[in-house]
């Protein structure tokens, strides 16, 4: 027998919270993109830079996934969704610089981040703060998607130039 870890007993408290499963799907993203990224022995700068961005997104995701609670779940979601759409963008704005093998990881953390934001700004959408503020709660959440299916779609043009 094995102790229960913090996911199983999330699960068996009646499921995830709101929020927590497209959170961590984003950071699995970002932690695609820092594996995509470490091929070069020495390392470029480029892949340096790209490595460590990936790296702090994905322990920024990490952090709002523990703390998509209460009151402040549809912030903890929104900063979510932005951070989700920064890793498609690193992600796919790094695609053509990349060997092939690679290339397709990040094709997939592009897909897995975009899906990401997409999941959070329609969380957002149904939860969202009332009066004026939410009306810029939802610009921000859907400009994060916006950017996230871009990212997507650039990532489905390399994939067709790639063969």
């Known amino acids: 027998m094995h102790a229960m870890v913090g996911r199983e ?3 068996a408290a009646g499921g995830l919270r709101r ?6 799907g984003a950071a699995l993203a970002a932690g695609l993109l820092e594996e995509a990224w470490s091929f ?3 390392p470029s700068l480029r892949a340096t830079v790209t490595r460590e961005l990936a790296r702090s997104l994905r322990a920024e995701l990490e952090a709002l996934a523990e ?3 209460g009151p402040s779940a549809v912030d903890v ?3 979510g969704a ?6 498609a963008n690193l992600a796919a704005a790094s695609l053509g610089e ?3 093998e690679n290339a397709r990881a990040a094709v997939a953390a592009t897909h897995l981040a975009a899906g990401a934001a997409r999941a959070l700004r329609a969380l957002i959408g149904e939860a969202g703060p009332g009066g004026e503020r939410a009306e810029y709660v939802l610009k921000d959440a859907r400009g994060a998607a916006w950017r996230a299916g ?5 990532a489905d043009e390399f994939l067709e130039g790639t063969g």
């Open 40 to 42: 070069p022995e020495p």
């Open 98 to 100: 990349l060997p092939e």
């Open 77 to 79: 979601e929104l900063e």
């Open 9 to 11: 007993q999330e699960e």
């Open 82 to 87: 932005l951070r989700a759409a920064d890793v």
């Open 67 to 69: 703390t998509v609670d």
């Open 150 to 154: 871009l990212a997507a779609r650039q």
């Open 19 to 24: 929020g927590v499963a497209p959170l961590r």
